[in-house]
């Protein structure tokens, strides 16, 4: 079975510095990852997604992700922090690479931008 | 596009009664699911429906029953309400297509409080 593990529950930086969210994955195939986001009180938005083209993938609001089969890792990036991005974000992995799929979900990870 | 909808927002329930949450997509989507969020414990797929008219038990069944009333509308109903069940829940779709990979996509979420 897949999963998921998001090394931090809660990441705390100031605005304008860098961002790191750290995810680990567990497949016994190659997955398909995903990053969302959720803003409080709201559904969940994908930021972005891997699927076995590009390692380095490139999302919307600036961040992006890279995918290292050799550490089993997607973590999520950002060259400089907003304070819009404070949220909770989540890692994913799928359990079937085409057509219809189950997402295994992380548990999360709460950013918190400080001015 | 309003993309994924749910009613109701909020719903306030005792133990015993009943209720549906109604979610629709407009995305012509082919698949489409039910998740709850608790805290610390991301997103559990409850049941999902492949394509119209087949539903498949997800990660966390029990307790719940859908129907996959036609290619838009996913419901999901609580027979007798526990506490158990207070959390949120959210419903996304996604197109299902073999040989794509697919996306999901998430609606606002149905905050349940059971007493």
């Known amino acids: 079975a897949q999963s998921v593990t998001q090394l931090d529950s809660h990441v705390s930086v100031s605005e304008g510095t860098p961002v790191l969210l750290r995810c680990n994955y567990s497949?016994?195939?190659?997955?398909?990852l995903f990053w969302y986001v959720q803003h409080p009180n709201k559904g969940l938005q994908l930021l972005l997604k891997?699927?076995?083209?590009?390692?380095l993938v490139k999302g919307i609001n600036g961040f992006e992700a890279e995918f290292k089969k050799s550490e089993t890792s997607f973590h999520l990036t950002k060259p400089s922090a907003h304070m819009s991005d404070a949220a909770e974000y989540f890692c994913?992995?799928?359990?079937?690479?085409?057509?219809?799929?189950?997402?295994?979900f992380g548990t999360g990870t709460r950013l918190l931008v400080s001015p | 596009n309003a993309g994924v909808t749910q009613t109701p927002k909020f719903q306030v329930l005792k133990t015993g009664q009943s209720m549906t949450l109604q979610c629709a997509q407009d995305?012509?989507?082919?698949?489409m699911y039910w998740y709850r969020q608790d805290p610390g414990m991301g997103l559990r797929l409850i049941y999902y429906?492949?394509?119209?008219?087949?539903?498949d038990k997800g990660e966390v069944p029990n307790g719940y029953n859908v129907s996959r009333l036609n290619k838009r509308e996913f419901s999901l109903r609580l027979e007798s309400a526990a506490p158990s069940q207070t959390s949120v829940y959210f419903c996304?779709?996604?197109?299902?297509?073999?040989?794509?990979?697919?996306?999901?996509?998430f609606g606002p979420g149905t905050r349940l409080t059971v007493l």
């Open positions: 891997y699927t076995s083209a590009a390692t």
């Open positions: 995305m012509n989507h082919n698949s």
């Open positions: 497949s016994s195939y190659s997955p398909s």
């Open positions: 429906s492949a394509s119209e008219g087949t539903t």
């Open positions: 996304a779709s996604s197109q299902g297509l073999a040989g794509e990979t697919d996306t999901q996509y």
């Open positions: 994913v992995v799928s359990e079937g690479n085409t057509g219809f799929q189950k997402l295994v």
